[in-house]
């Protein structure tokens, strides 16, 4: 789920991808826990670079444990040059049934192979509110929660949830987590979340969930969305600056 930006697909060909690089991470290892030919996500982000999800169903098979574990020891085995090792892939990485299991194995095999290198999962934060999710998140060193909108009416239009979802439950589910971390694409165009009176609704979530950062995103390309415009630099910078006004560290990119 890296906020990259595109009018064509890139799902994730395999379990074990890469290393690619990451203006956030460096080079990263990418880790698909979904299924390798279709998007299965929570959302349906007007932006996404795997392209839209024009029927949603739960997919009969997830990447088994077993096969996470022998890919990801051959991708280990050399030592590669990487800096972390990214679980996002194709859509919502939280929605695989044995979570915990895979991301256990993760962590075990990075102990093994490459100690001191971090894994980061990035998340859409739907599954947030269930114990079951969180405690399996303890296994990972960084978790990125997607947060685009401070209004629940901006959330619907920007992120199209499948399922009806308060922002207001998402928001406390990132507070709930140790080390998290926020992401946000900033937009105009036929969705704005620049304005004054989203970006103070916005702030409030970032005081509530008080994250270790923010990194906040511009369009780089034209997304599928063509009704959607490119925020100058100049004011994601000012945003960025009203983030560290709370004490809390902001990055900009011009995506990834």
């Known amino acids: 789920m890296e906020p990259q930006h595109s009018a064509h697909s890139d799902l ?74 990214v679980v996002s892939g194709n859509g919502e990485p939280t929605l695989h049934p044995q979570l915990a299991e895979a991301l256990a194995t993760l962590a075990r095999l990075r102990d093994a192979h490459l100690p001191g290198r971090a894994i980061v999962l990035l998340t859409a934060g739907t599954e947030l509110h269930r114990p079951e999710v969180r405690e399996a998140l303890r296994h990972v060193d960084e978790v990125a929660v997607k947060l685009d909108a401070g209004t629940q009416a901006v959330f619907a239009q920007l992120d199209m949830p499948w399922q009806p979802l308060q ?29 004054p009176v989203e970006v103070a609704a916005w702030l409030a979530r970032i005081q509530q969930i008080r994250p270790k950062r923010v990194d906040l995103y511009t369009l780089d390309r034209k997304p599928i969305d063509r009704a959607l415009e490119m925020v100058p630099q100049a004011v994601a910078r000012e945003i960025a600056a009203q983030v560290e006004a709370l004490g809390i560290a902001c990055r900009v990119f011009a995506g990834l």
């Open 167 to 195: 922002l207001d439950t998402l928001t406390a589910g990132a507070a709930l987590l140790p080390e998290v971390a926020v992401q946000t694409i900033l937009v105009r165009g036929r969705v704005d979340n620049t304005t």
């Open 12 to 85: 994730a060909p395999h379990t074990v991808y890469g290393p690619v690089p990451s203006r956030r991470y460096g080079v990263t290892l990418g880790i698909n826990l979904l299924p390798l030919a279709e998007k299965f996500c929570t959302f349906r982000c007007t932006y996404c670079q795997l392209g839209p999800e024009r029927h949603h169903h739960v997919p009969h098979e997830f990447p088994d444990v077993a096969i996470l574990e022998r890919e990801v020891t051959v991708a280990l085995a050399g030592k590669p040059a990487i800096d972390a090792l």
